[in-house]
């Protein structure tokens, strides 16, 4: 949508333009989303029983709202999709610092214009992206990027110290009638938090020694990991007490959540069937469950996603160099994950060393579990038999999936070789390739067959 045509506050009052307060704005359009049916969290999965509730309600009763979670849970996914609560389009005083409402100017320059030119001051249109603003604390953060601080250009050109005009406005009086969001916010010095409890409370701001009742407008989230109030940092208790809501986030609970995600934020640059991605799937959940993994730090949804991503940069790569029409990843691809994935976890102490050996265990654990869920009662005896009498299979990533499918032995047209694609969906050479890959995966994990990898090569027999 365009922004409206109107352009003076006399226009805006002759539309019956009625001015919301920020909190009233967003417990409006949210309601009016949950009446209507709408879901106002899209892109979200695994939070509909648990987080999503309590974040509605933190927002219909008006509060500012820290989410606490282990890295990689969605936090600022779920902080951003609030831009979707505001208003599309919004009036602003035109060349106004801090976007004021034309009916509610609330600085000094704001006023005398309003003033000045009554009906005919100029308005223009702020898109709601643009009432979203984000900062990363870090350690270097200062009270003047937050709040703000004197600009010494200003008072160079001839204002005195005491003429609020000399204020160059930090990010959170910037963001007025807006939301401003602050991730990982243990990591803000002390003293920096110190500076934001004016504005979480009385929602004015100091800068120097001067007082600027200011009546902000700002919803303030925040983001922050549990593990941060120990290893770098905390919020401190009196900022704590001014979030009105603190909301724990999680892991998704249901396998089919962890997959949408990845299928949601993956970007790939080939076919990766949904039973690879099933066994990333139930991979990551192993390694979330491990005794051998610091659960403290948690095992991000970045991990699968980028496995994910890996496996398809791996299968571009092969369909590349051996001249295949459609790059499809299969089951010899998973390896190249493990390869360049274990730097994304941390590891208990006493397990150095052994990362390489518990993520392949892990990785075949997962494995063993999807090949029992999409293959329960097939009997594979035909090629059990076949690799016992001697015959081999031979794959690897400079083997082509026509070339795999060649080499099978006794399958060719078999009703078992049309029962395994059917069962995952197979339509063409590469995910054919993929579905036998892992039938072959699960005998051997299952000890019926034998397999030999070196690294270029993987041979059953």
């Not at 309003?114 to 870090?138: C, F, M, N, P, V």
Request: net charge negative.
């Amino acid at each position: 949508m365009t922004a409206p045509s109107i352009s003076t506050v006399g226009e805006l009052r002759a539309s019956g333009h009625v001015q919301k307060h920020l909190r009233e704005e967003i417990r409006d359009n949210l309601l009016a989303a949950l009446r209507e049916g709408r879901d106002p969290w899209p892109g979200l999965h695994g939070f509909d029983d648990t987080v999503i509730p309590q974040l509605e309600r933190a927002l219909i009763a008006g509060h500012d709202v820290v989410l606490l979670g282990e890295r990689g849970q969605g936090k600022t996914r779920l902080l951003r999709t609030l831009v979707g609560l505001l208003d599309e389009w919004t009036p602003v005083i035109s060349g106004s610092e801090l976007g004021e409402h034309p009916y509610d100017p609330i600085t000094v320059t704001s006023q005398q214009a309003a003033a000045t030119y009554g009906d005919d001051l100029r308005i223009s249109w702020q898109h709601r992206d643009e009432r979203y603003a984000e900062k990363l604390a870090t350690p270097d953060t200062s009270v003047a990027d937050l709040i703000g601080d004197v600009d010494p250009m200003k008072v160079a050109e001839g204002r005195s110290l005491g003429d609020p005009e000399t204020i160059h406005f930090g990010l959170i009086p910037r963001s007025h009638r807006g939301i401003v969001a602050i991730n990982e916010l243990p990591d803000l010095a002390e003293r920096i938090q110190v500076a934001m409890l004016n504005v979480m409370e009385e929602r004015d701001i100091q800068i120097r020694g001067y007082v600027l009742r200011l009546p902000l407008d700002v919803l303030v989230v925040a983001s922050a990991n549990p593990e941060d109030y120990t290893n770098r940092g905390r919020i401190i208790t009196p900022l704590k007490d001014r979030f009105g809501a603190e909301i724990r986030t999680h892991y998704p609970t249901e396998l089919d959540d962890e997959v949408a995600v990845i299928r949601q934020e993956a970007h790939l640059v080939a076919d990766v069937p949904d039973h690879l991605v099933e066994i990333l799937a139930r991979f990551t959940r192993n390694l979330r469950e491990s005794s051998s993994v610091d659960q403290r730090s948690g095992v991000s949804a970045r991990f699968s996603i980028a496995g994910a991503e890996t496996i398809a940069a791996a299968a571009l790569h092969r369909a590349t160099v051996q001249g295949e029409a459609e790059p499809v990843a299969r089951v010899v691809d998973l390896e190249t994950a493990v390869d360049v994935l274990g730097g994304k976890i941390e590891f208990e102490t006493g397990e150095e060393g052994r990362e390489t050996e518990v993520l392949t265990h892990l990785l075949r654990t997962a494995t063993a579990e999807t090949v029992r869920q999409h293959f329960r009662g097939l009997d594979f005896a035909l090629l059990v038999d076949a690799i016992e009498s001697g015959a081999m299979v031979t794959t690897g990533e400079r083997v082509t999936a026509r070339e795999f499918l060649t080499g099978l032995p006794v399958l060719g047209e078999s009703e078992l070789y049309d029962e395994v694609c059917d069962r995952l969906g197979a339509t063409n050479d590469g995910q054919r390739a993929g579905a036998i890959e892992l039938a072959l995966e699960g005998l051997y994990l299952a000890r019926k067959i034998g397999k030999d990898t070196d690294g270029l090569e993987t041979v059953y027999g």
